[in-house]
């Protein structure tokens, strides 16, 4: 075993001393000027593009580089045929920073022209080039900001379809790229409130109360658009949520006169008058509906809910002719149904087979297999890796109660700990939808019983000072579980698991690893 693990830590130094070699060979002829626009163009984009018109080169870094200017500065993508050149000269030499950053560009481009299928593919290459390439460490400051804003494309664009899990899924994968670079307040304060609005729309009150907290407590102050939608929200959710309709009508009055838009005022008036339908005041709730469904500064969805609400008075009013009015409308945006239930397929196809991907390198080591030495090195690595996992499944075959980790609860929890980056420096409570409630915990602790023999009865009687908390975390331990996994799943600091962890040793009298000797118990 010492020998495999020798050979795996050569490998692994062999790999790790060549990837640099890559990067560099891949940036050391980007021309001096150009690197100097780039870092330009984080802080200034517009002096950025006055200085590359005044280039004109068809270098690929040349075009990528304005295609990023046309951008950040509002202009509709220009040179697509030269971006798209770029972005197959990145993926050829292997150059993963400015392919990603070509693809994420083509991915701008392709939503220009309403093509949300392949900008959906392109900002999900984007990330994949950049999360196989780079180890997690090294995804901070620019690379951290490129993904955090590929994520948030994605956030959008599964937003505006109204696919509320994978919205939220994008949503809190941006969120961690955000805390990874010096992202400003308002950027991080939007993606919190738009993850709350998509909990709020699947009726979870509580984990929308939350992140419309946390998005509000970000917030340098209360005199932005950010911080006036994240108050109506959150309003609105209280109403829901049984409180005083005068009290949350006063509330979303003060915002709608407080509004800065029209766009602003007809949203706070769209909630207004949900309040007044609920509240059976059809006058009002008609006053507010009509202006929302009359105005030509609004969006279609908005439009949408206020003819449905309009229809829906005037049918019980036996208003015939408005009632038509809104039914024939409401069935010409109908036409579009199939259409959208294709995008809609297409998308959650792609949104799985994105999970699929990105799980099955979750655990890979080698992710760059730029040349054929890392290749090489990836094969040796999986057969070192297979003769490591089969010695220790040899080990485990005498000591585990393998069926103990098919029980269903054990699969729940395991399918949460695989499908979650939990981090040991980010707050418990961004997992709090994650967490354990009291009931999964006692069939984990029935399950452990079951199959270790008495295990909670073992503990206790040999163990008199252990509490119900120090057995559930014994418990997760049998799963294998690391410190960062249990913090988020009982909602414990990171600081607090360790120590807990530093109890049990002592209590148990362990010297060595904490999970084998729990599993031997």
Known sequence: MKRVLRLLSVIVMLAACHRPTVETMCTSSLQ?????????????????????????????????????????????????????????????????????????????????????????????????????HYPEKELVGLKAKYLALAYTKLTVLFSNQYLHEQAIY????????????????????????????????????????????????????????????????????????????????????????????????????????????????????????SMVYDSQDNDQISQILAAQRLQEVFSAENDSLLTNKYTVYLSQQATTGDTKATLHSNLTTLYSGFLINKHDYSNSQVKRAANSFVFVMGIILFLVLLSIAFTRFLWKKQHDKKTFLKEPICQHILDIVNNTAFKAKIDCKIYADKALGKEQLLALRLAADQHYHGFDRKLRSRYPGLTDNDLNHCCLLLLGLEEAAISG????????????NRKLKKVLSIKEDLFDEIRNI
């Open 489 to 500: 799943l009982l909602q414990k600091s990171y600081t607090a698991v360790c120590d807990r």
């Open 170 to 289: 994008f949503g809190k994968q941006a969120l961690h790229y955000y805390y990874k670079y010096e992202a400003e307040p308002w950027h991080v304060a939007w993606v919190l409130n738009k993850i709350g609005t998509h909990y709020d729309a699947m009726e979870q009150v509580d984990s929308a109360s939350f992140y419309y907290d946390n998005a509000m407590a970000v917030l340098p102050d209360s005199t932005g658009l950010n911080y006036r939608d994240i108050s109506a929200a959150k309003a609105f959710l209280s109403y829901r949520m049984g409180k005083d309709a005068a009290t949350v009508m006063e509330k979303l009055k003060k915002l709608y006169h407080d509004s800065e838009s029209e766009r602003e005022r007809l949203s706070r008036g769209l909630m207004i008058g949900e309040v007044y339908y609920h509240e059976n005041n059809v006058d009002s709730a008609s006053y507010y509906f």
């Open 32 to 132: 001096p000027n150009l690197t100097a626009i780039d870092t330009l163009m984080q802080s200034q984009p517009d002096s950025a593009l006055t200085l590359l018109l005044d280039e004109q080169t068809n270098e690929p870094y040349y075009q990528l580089l304005l295609s990023e200017a046309l951008y950040k500065n509002d202009y509709a993508q220009a040179n697509r045929a030269e971006l798209l050149e770029a972005m197959a000269y990145f993926d050829s030499i292997h150059c993963p920073f400015l392919s990603a950053r070509a693809h994420y560009m083509n991915g701008v481009g392709n939503y220009e022209m309403d093509s949300v299928v392949a900008a959906c593919e392109e900002y999900m290459k984007a990330i994949q080039i950049m999360e196989e």
